[in-house]
């Protein structure tokens, strides 16, 4: 998957981790799923 590097961050999880990622194109390519808009 290639993501642009465009800066919205969002927060995702996976498994119960949560994790903050730029954007939601490279929290989807991790396999996390967005659970917020913005930060963790």
Known sequence: T???REYAPVCARRRGELRT???A???RA???RIV???PC
């Open 2 to 4: 290639f993501c642009t």
């Open 21 to 23: 990622f730029p954007n």
């Open 25 to 27: 194109c490279e929290a």
């Open 30 to 32: 991790a396999d996390y």
């Open 36 to 38: 917020d808009d913005g």
